[in-house]
């Protein structure tokens, strides 16, 4: 069964820093293409950053500088680091996964999703 779970999330003061993580199941099939969303009260959910199996990584233009994307292969698991936080990255934050290409940060490409894990900023 495919499985995406996160963790990491919680509360933090704004330039504060969290690293989230996304253990999934099924990896050899999924880490072709992986990446972050999030979602914000009222808001669509937008893509954060996205890497391939290759190794090329794409972030969004609002956290370009702030966050990195990585992942640990020998775990099975995603990360977003994620630091210099500001109000406005408060949302729920969401672990996706392609099986097969083209791998690009864009909702309706991804079929696999974990349940998300909250992140608050505060100021």
């Known amino acids: 069964q495919v499985q995406l779970v996160e963790s990491g999330g919680g509360s933090v003061q704004a330039g504060g820093s969290l690293r989230l993580s996304c253990a999934a199941s099924?990896?050899?099939?999924?880490?072709?293409?992986m990446a972050w969303f999030r979602q914000a009260p009222g808001k669509d959910r937008e893509g954060v950053a996205v890497?391939?199996?290759?190794?090329?990584?794409s972030y969004a233009d609002s956290v370009k500088g702030r966050v990195t994307i990585s992942k640990d292969n020998a775990k099975n698991t995603l990360y977003l680091q994620m630091n210099s936080l500001k109000p406005e990255d408060t949302a729920m934050y969401y672990c996706?996964?392609?099986?097969?290409?083209?791998?690009?940060?864009?909702?309706?490409?991804?079929?696999?999703w974990g349940q998300g894990t909250q992140v608050t900023v505060s100021s």
């Open positions: 996706a996964a392609r099986d097969y290409y083209p791998c690009a940060m864009q909702v309706t490409l991804f079929r696999y």
């Open positions: 099924d990896y050899t099939y999924y880490s072709y293409c």
């Open positions: 890497i391939e199996d290759a190794g090329r990584i």
